[in-house]
C-alpha cells in the first residue's frame, strides 16, 4: 500500500506562522518533550496532551512489529483528546469551533490512511509520523491555545487564571519575530 501524498500533506504542509509560533522547521523535527512551555493552563487539556505527546513518541519510537498496534492506541488518544476539546467547544459555544473540528477530522483522517500503510509498509507510515510533533506544535499554538483563552475567559472552574492568554501572546511575538 502506497501513502497518500495529499494525506502527508495534512502533516507538512509548509507551516504557517500561526501554526509553529514561530518554531523553525529544524526546532520542530527534534523530539518534542513536554514543557511548561506547551501547558495552556487549562488542567484537562494540558493532561490530555501530556499524555498524546507521550503516545506521539511511544510510536514514531515503535519498531515495526508493533507499528500497527500503536498507532492504533495512538488514534483512540487522539480521538479522546479531541473529543474533550470539542465538548470544552460546545460548552462556550465557541465561536470558531468549525474550524477547530476540521483540524481534528484531517488528523484522524491522516492517522487512519497510516494504520494500513504500516501493516505493509512501516517506512512509508514513517513519513507521516515523523511529522507528528510538528503538528502537534502547530495544532496546540494555532487552535488549542485560543480556546484556552476562551475558557479562561469564561472564569471555567479548570481554568488557571492568564497562563493561555500570556501564553498566546508569547506565540504571537514569535510569529512577529519570525517576519522580520
Given amino acids: ?65 508493533s507499528l500497527s ?32 473540528r476540521a483540524a481534528h477530522r484531517r488528523a484522524l483522517a491522516a492517522l487512519q490512511h497510516a494504520l494500513p500503510v504500516a501493516q505493509e509498509n512501516p517506512a512509508g507510515a514513517r513519513i507521516l509520523l515523523e511529522r507528528l510533533p510538528r503538528w502537534f506544535l502547530g495544532h496546540l499554538s494555532a487552535m488549542d491555545l485560543p480556546l484556552a483563552v476562551a475558557v479562561e475567559n469564561t472564569s471555567h472552574p479548570h481554568s488557571q487564571p492568564s497562563r493561555a492568554k500570556l501564553r498566546q501572546q508569547l506565540s504571537q511575538l514569535l510569529q512577529e519575530q519570525r517576519s522580520i
Avoid at 501513502?3 to 518534542?32: F, H, W, Y
Avoid at 501547558?39 to 505527546?53: F, I, N, Q
Fill in 69 to 100: 498496534i500503536r498507532i492504533a492506541e495512538l488514534l483512540n488518544i487522539l480521538a479522546l483528546d479531541f473529543a474533550e476539546e470539542e465538548a470544552l467547544m460546545d460548552q462556550l459555544y465557541y465561536p470558531t469551533d468549525h474550524e477547530h
Fill in 1 to 65: 500500500m502506497q501513502v497518500n501524498p495529499q494525506l502527508i500533506c495534512v502533516m507538512d504542509s509548509p507551516p504557517s506562522p500561526s501554526e509553529t509560533g514561530g518554531i523553525d522547521k529544524e526546532t520542530a523535527m527534534q523530539r518534542l518533550e513536554w514543557s511548561p512551555l506547551l501547558e495552556t493552563g487549562v488542567a484537562e487539556m494540558d493532561a490530555s496532551h501530556r499524555s498524546l505527546l507521550q503516545a506521539i513518541h511511544a510510536t514514531i519510537d515503535a519498531d515495526d512489529s
